[in-house]
């Protein structure tokens, strides 16, 4: 059983370039999201999704996006990396918005210069 | 709005010796209180929850962690420290925002545990 996955592990990005981090889950539940973590500040939420085809904005949304197509998948969009989007990031996926624990991937660290 | 507050960012204990990670938390109601843990390039990992009931909840690798209402607390402890306990640990408070239910997060507090 993979649970949450992520790829990639690592990324170094140009200013200005566009990545998708990739997200799957095989555990067939219905809510997801993305965080990203930063020394000293914990996990932010940036976007969430209660099921297919619903997405929505978490604390720090600005310069991502994402979509949620199917179940299993919740990809996050970078637009125009910027070098204040450097952190790891991880996606995590629960059976419902309600739901007390979450599960989370191994975590994409990524690093615009 | 809900917060949660690790006031150490680090706390050392030696190998045997008993180990408490602090969490505070401002909630309007009855708060919903986790502990994760975070292994060096891992993600995070769910160790318990306080939703009702008993004072003292139990969680996984023997943590447990102490609810206290009057002193808005939520510590995380462990009677005999191993250095495998070495870790990143996250406290956390379930909030409703926007229609949906949200986790906030404190900031973590590194636990070195030495042989």
């Known amino acids: 059983n993979a649970g949450v996955t992520q790829t990639p592990k690592f990324q170094v990005l140009k200013t200005g370039q566009s990545m998708t981090l990739q997200c799957a889950q095989d555990m067939n539940h219905e809510y997801m999201s993305w965080y990203r973590q930063d020394p000293g500040m914990g996990l932010r939420l940036i976007h969430y999704s209660v099921g297919a085809g619903i997405t929505d904005q978490g604390e720090v949304p600005n310069g991502y996006n994402v979509s949620r197509s199917t179940t299993e998948d919740f990809p996050l969009r970078l637009l125009s990396a910027a070098p204040s989007q450097t952190s790891v990031y991880f996606c995590?996926?629960?059976?419902?918005?309600?739901?007390?624990?979450?599960?989370f991937g191994p975590g994409t660290r990524l690093t615009v210069t | 709005a809900q917060s949660v507050a690790q006031p150490e960012d680090q706390v050392n204990v030696a190998e045997g010796n008993p180990l408490t990670v602090k969490c505070t938390y401002s909630v309007s109601g009855n708060p919903y209180l986790f502990w994760y843990v975070q292994y060096p390039n891992r993600g995070l990992q769910f160790l318990l929850k306080y939703i009702t009931g008993d004072n003292l909840v139990k969680g996984s690798y023997g943590f447990e962690a102490e609810f206290n209402k009057s002193q808005t607390s939520f510590h995380l402890k462990k009677p005999s420290a191993l250095v495998s306990d070495s870790a990143l640990y996250f406290c956390a408070v379930r909030d409703y925002m926007d229609s949906n239910y949200q986790l906030i997060w404190g900031a973590g507090t590194k636990l070195i545990i030495k042989p």
């Open positions: 995590a996926a629960s059976p419902s918005a309600t739901s007390y624990e979450q599960y």
